[in-house]
């Protein structure tokens, strides 16, 4: 059994806890180290089973706080030598473990998948964690969805999926014109929309759960997000995340 939490999901701040009964890693770091701390205790997550940090790019939003949460807690921070190098030196980690691009890690008995993504960073990576026939992917930050993300989302079980704008809100919001050209674009990040296309198309058949996620808080809101997905519910446990407070605890 996978036990998984969006302990925060959104453009300021992003940490997905995806762990078994001894071993757990966290899915990048994106607030503060003392901030995750806090939502762990909340949910009853034991800290100590946390073995790594796996960022997937440097901005801030998904690494501000690995440095510190790595020095807390002892454990390695998993990145791309090139992400590394991107982030901000204040917030580069000093206890690194690198991995390639499409590498696979293994902790104990959780395999963590590596793959890229289209996403405006200098390599930009998705995982897929897999523990005892289970897999659960954290597919957030992504333009325009390529074969990895669809091949890798046909094996889950459980998706953290973008769901970040409504095309509408978008369009006719307060984002000056590169930056709205900046979302919406296949480097981007995927509307509602686009994540209900990309689930009913490659969703396999053991998919049961799919969890919305980095909500943007100017181009969309959790009642836009649902409805897109409205379509999908019968089939489905749709779970909305959030940025300000993290999910309950799912068994997976």
């Not at 953290?160 to 369009?171: G, H, K, Q, V």
Request: overall charge negative.
């Amino acid at each position: 059994m996978l036990e998984i939490c969006a302990l925060a999901s959104g453009s300021n701040g992003n940490c997905y806890y995806l762990g078994n009964e001894h071993t757990a890693v966290l899915i990048d770091a994106g607030l503060s180290a003392r901030q995750i701390q806090l939502r762990m205790t909340l949910r009853n997550i034991p800290q100590e089973k946390v073995k790594a940090i796996f960022i997937s790019h440097e901005h801030s939003d998904h690494c501000r706080g690995a440095r510190v949460l790595s020095k807390r807690l002892r454990i390695p921070v998993y990145l791309t030598r090139k992400t590394f190098l991107a982030i901000r030196k204040a917030e580069q980690p000093e206890l690194v473990k690198w991995f390639e691009a499409g590498d696979s890690t293994q902790l104990d008995e959780l395999t963590i998948h590596s793959f890229l993504k289209n996403h405006d960073a200098v390599e930009a990576c998705s995982f897929r964690v897999s523990y005892s026939g289970k897999e659960v992917g954290v597919m957030t930050d992504i333009g325009e969805p390529c074969e990895r993300v669809k091949e890798h989302l046909s094996k889950c079980h459980a998706v953290f999926i973008e769901s970040n704008y409504d095309e509408e809100m978008l369009l006719n919001g307060p984002y000056p014109y590169f930056l709205k050209r900046r979302v919406s674009s296949g480097y981007g990040h995927m509307s509602n929309e686009q994540s209900v296309q990309l689930v009913k198309e490659h969703a396999g058949d053991n998919l049961q759960t799919v969890l919305l996620s980095h909500l943007s808080g100017e181009n969309n809101t959790p009642e836009k997000a649902n409805e897109a997905f409205s379509i999908l519910a019968e089939k489905y446990n749709i779970i909305l995340t959030s940025r300000s407070a993290p999910t309950e605890v799912i068994s997976i």
